[in-house]
């Protein structure tokens, strides 16, 4: 899933972004779980704590909460009205609607099944079909697209309570499976600032580090906790891939292929097969390696966001992947978008600045969006807790788009403007939020759309510190193509060109 793909309503206040942004407000991302269960209002930016007893009522309800409901309550993809429903079966919608009316249920591929391996079943399709109440051949189905996990080793209680508590650091380096940055960052604050997690959090990590992802049809033990997602999240996109003009390049190593919108980069916890690797695979394998055997999956290379079409570089082996990485490190690989927006870009190069917390892999919580600084930090030491983003506009030009191309975008009587971007850095959302924060959101971008203009300088005014929380709570995921596109890449003697993206040639007229 793209970061935040839930299209989630989101605000500044709700996640402690305000005046103390580079004060209290990592830590109030990392103890938002509590913060929701007891509510604190800290702008102060002194550090937040939970105290012992808080920590011992936690730890009881943990326990005396039966397994299956418990990580319901742990589960970040799951609404606060399906937790108060998970602990109170009686209660209705409308009722849960007075107890909180900004409630809002979660699209379906986001409900998920927790359960446990009935006695005396021990083949995975039977225990599946059992468990989510369909059919034998819909729950194979469902094991091959990838949408049921099992725990495949059991943690007791006792054990993750130990290794919480026995700790004199983060409990995280206590656990050798939770790699470093998933989601337990510091965010760029020092090892004692960063020590304290809560144990809600420690154990939510611990229960879904332990699932591992079954794609066939197997024998499993009776006992054994499962997680089944009934309504797999489909990509109609994916079966573009059967048009053999959208393989742009190959070699013994690479593949580039021009990437349809709408599709996702990465498989979905609900859906390992619909995302490029394995529809490039599916559609258009299988391709040979360099030794003549045939590749089970291509492997990713980089990330193109799901609403982005264009190009995608995809490797036949890890030798290629880390090829790709290196020259990435070394800026040798050369990339062109285009863009498309309702305001002129202004041409040259443009650099500006990320908070790096916020960009870290692995990080969970905060903005969907990535709001940017047009201020240089004033010195080497506070340049640390931040990313420079560059690119440069080469060129800006007035363009038609035809409403009747079939794209289903109706460009009214405004003019639009197709720009060449080049860019220098690869960040998350760079192009987007960059353009954003010149006034020029691309194009059906409703993530950027309500923020455009805004930037972190903002935040010392209180007048506009509120707009933006306002504006924020407008941001949506995309759930249409933006006006982006991957249109070219050139590295190690490959070049690769997109074709003609969804609004056109950017010469059609309307008829």
């Not at 700790?167 to 020092?190: E, H, K, T, V």
Request: glycine share 8%; with cysteine.
């Amino acid at each position: 899933m793209e970061n935040g793909d839930t299209g989630d309503r989101c605000s500044l206040g709700r996640w402690g972004v305000g005046r103390g942004v580079l004060g209290c407000a990592p830590i109030i991302y990392l103890f938002h779980t509590i913060i929701r269960l007891h509510p604190l209002n800290n702008n102060s930016g002194t550090k937040p704590r939970l105290s012992k007893p808080v920590k011992l009522l936690i730890i009881a309800n943990a326990f005396t909460i039966p397994a299956s409901k418990r990580f319901i309550r742990f589960n970040s993809a799951t609404s606060d009205a399906d937790i108060l429903s998970s602990n109170n079966n009686s209660l209705k919608d409308d009722e849960l609607n007075q107890i909180h009316p900004t409630m809002h249920q979660k699209p379906p591929w986001m409900k998920c099944i927790n359960a446990v391996v009935p006695p005396n079943i021990r083949v995975l399709n039977e225990a599946v079909s059992k468990i989510a109440d369909v059919s034998p051949e819909e729950a194979t189905k469902l094991i091959e697209i990838g949408a049921v996990w099992a725990k495949m080793e059991t943690l007791t209680d006792d054990d993750i309570m130990d290794q919480y508590y026995d700790s004199g650091n983060s409990a995280a380096i206590q656990y050798g499976d939770l790699p470093s940055g998933w989601g337990a960052g510091d965010y760029g604050l020092g090892e004692n600032d960063a020590e304290e997690i809560s144990f809600e959090e420690y154990l939510w990590k611990q229960e879904n580090l332990r699932y591992r992802r079954i794609l066939t049809p197997t024998t499993i033990e009776p006992g054994t906790d499962i997680r089944i997602y009934p309504h797999p999240r489909r990509f109609p996109a994916c079966y573009e891939f059967g048009d053999a003009n959208r393989l742009l390049y190959e070699d013994t190593t690479f593949i580039v292929v021009d990437k349809p919108p709408m599709l996702p980069v990465q498989p979905e916890p609900s859906n390992y097969e619909e995302c490029c690797p394995g529809c490039v695979n599916l559609l258009m394998g299988p391709f040979q390696s360099i030794s003549g055997e045939n590749v089970a999956r291509p492997l990713i290379c980089h990330r193109v966001d799901s609403c982005v079409g264009g190009c995608l570089v995809l490797s036949k082996d890890g030798n290629g992947q880390r090829v790709f990485s290196q020259l990435q490190r070394e800026r040798k690989i050369k990339k062109l978008y285009l863009t498309v927006t309702t305001n002129p870009v202004p041409i040259g190069l443009h650099v500006h600045w990320m908070w790096a917390a916020m960009n870290a892999r692995g990080q969970m919580g905060g903005t969907p969006c990535q709001f940017v600084s047009h201020t240089v930090p004033e010195n080497r030491k506070k340049a640390k807790a931040w990313t420079r983003c560059v690119l440069e506009v080469v060129k800006c030009e007035p363009i038609t788009i035809n409403k009747n191309d079939g794209h289903g975008y109706d460009p009214g009587e405004k003019q639009h403007y197709q720009s060449t971007v080049r860019l220098v850095t690869g960040r998350k959302h760079q192009v987007r939020a960059q353009l954003a924060s010149l006034g020029c959101p691309l194009i059906r971008d409703s993530l950027y759309e309500p923020i455009a203009g805004m930037t972190f300088e903002d935040l010392q005014d209180p007048e506009k510190e509120e707009l933006m929380d306002q504006a924020i709570s407008h941001c949506r995921v995309p759930k249409e193509p933006i006006g982006l596109q991957a249109h070219a890449i050139l590295f190690s003697g490959v070049k690769a060109k997109a074709r003609t993206p969804w609004w056109g040639d950017a010469t059609s007229k309307d008829e």
